[in-house]
């Protein structure tokens, strides 16, 4: 089965742009949540989408966005990019209360 | 912010040999888990201890959990080069019983020569 995937694996932005990053999760999994990963530092919480509704937000601005749609894949979005996001976005896909599971990340780099 | 603190943030050790990772966080848990991440990979679940667990093996790995403490740690017995990976733990916060949002610390990183 494959696992979550994430698309696209890089990408380089430049400050002022936006950016849409994208996720596939596990077949069957509803859950899916989105996390930043500055170098050196564990993953920070970003969002929980299930069933197509937020269902939690981290303390991001609202330059940060997300949705799910109804095959439970999920959009990041990020406005006004800063030299600070710079980071890899990992999205976790999980089933009820199971453990999450990981794709391999997408990694923004601003210029 | 991060809710959890590892210790050691670095380890290297030879291989065979024993790691012990330790973690301590803040707040009321629903479980506790571990991850794996390979040099610019995703993460990979090791183990779930849940708040009502003390203790719990899967193959080579043992972790602890000290709710009184809010404390952690994870054993990898006789390790491998192929164990070197950054280790991350990560709670449960109380509040999301969907599962959905993982607090991490920093993470140990960890090197295992041959």
């Known amino acids: 089965d494959a696992g979550v995937t994430q698309s696209p694996t890089h990408l380089i932005k430049t400050r002022g742009q936006h950016v849409t990053l994208r996720c596939s999760p596990i077949?069957?999994?509803?859950?899916v949540s989105w996390y930043q990963q500055v170098l050196g530092q564990g993953p920070q919480f970003i969002f929980q989408y299930y069933e197509k509704e937020e269902r939690g937000r981290g303390n991001f601005p609202d330059r940060f966005s997300a949705r799910q749609f109804p095959n439970y894949s999920s959009e990041l979005n990020v406005n006004a990019l800063l030299l600070g996001d710079s980071a890899l976005y990992l999205c976790a896909s999980s089933f009820g209360n199971q453990p999450q599971h990981f794709g391999d990340g997408t990694r923004l780099s601003i210029l | 912010s991060q809710q959890g603190e590892e210790d050691p943030q670095a380890l290297s050790i030879q291989e065979g040999e024993n790691a012990t990772m330790n973690c301590s966080y803040k707040?009321?848990?629903?479980?506790l888990q571990w991850y794996r991440q390979n040099s610019g990979r995703g993460l990979v679940h090791l183990i779930l201890i849940r708040s009502n667990e003390r203790e719990k093996h899967s193959g080579r790995l043992r972790v602890t959990l000290d709710t009184s403490k809010k404390s952690s740690s994870l054993l990898i017995t006789a390790s491998r080069a192929a164990d070197t990976a950054s280790y991350f733990c990560?709670?449960?916060?109380?509040?999301?019983?969907?599962?959905?949002?993982?607090?991490f610390g920093q993470g140990t990183e960890l090197s295992v020569k041959p």
């Open positions: 707040t009321s848990i629903n479980n």
């Open positions: 990560a709670t449960d916060a109380f509040f999301y019983n969907q599962g959905g949002k993982l607090i």
């Open positions: 077949s069957g999994h509803k859950s």
